[in-house]
């Protein structure tokens, strides 16, 4: 059974840090790619960062590159996301994801297992 569950969210000011993790297990972890999206209260989901399981190929949005850095540690089956100056526009529900395919790969692979989300809020 694929699951995945994210932690590391929370309260942060504007310009501070946070490191999501994303811990997953019932699948070959090292051959998957695996990605972060978020969903902010009103707005639709956005892709944010996606990491290739053959190379460790990174990919983000406009949005968050610069600031934003994903990294895997495939012996402790984990994803992180790694996020500095953080914005208040950053505020929302942060989900890790996997593909069905070993084959799909970044940057968009096509998405079926979901984590159940960690709210991160930027605010003063």
């Known amino acids: 059974q694929v699951q995945l569950v994210e932690s590391g969210g929370g309260l942060v000011q504007p310009g501070g840090s946070l490191r999501l993790s994303c811990a997953a297990s019932g699948f070959t972890f090292s051959y998957y790619a695996i990605g972060w999206f978020r969903q902010a209260p009103g707005k639709e989901r956005e892709g944010v960062s996606c990491?290739?399981?053959?190379?460790?190929?990174?990919y983000y949005a406009d949005s968050v590159k610069g600031r934003f850095t994903i990294s895997r540690d495939n012996g402790k089956k984990m994803v992180y996301l790694q996020m500095n100056s953080l914005k208040p526009e950053d505020t929302a529900v942060y989900y890790c994801?996997?593909?069905?395919?070993?084959?799909?790969?970044?940057?968009?692979?096509?998405?079926?297992?979901w984590g159940q989300g960690t709210q991160v809020t930027v605010s003063s």
């Open positions: 994801a996997a593909p069905r395919n070993s084959a799909s790969d970044c940057p968009h692979p096509g998405y079926d297992y």
């Open positions: 990491i290739s399981s053959r190379d460790g190929r990174t």
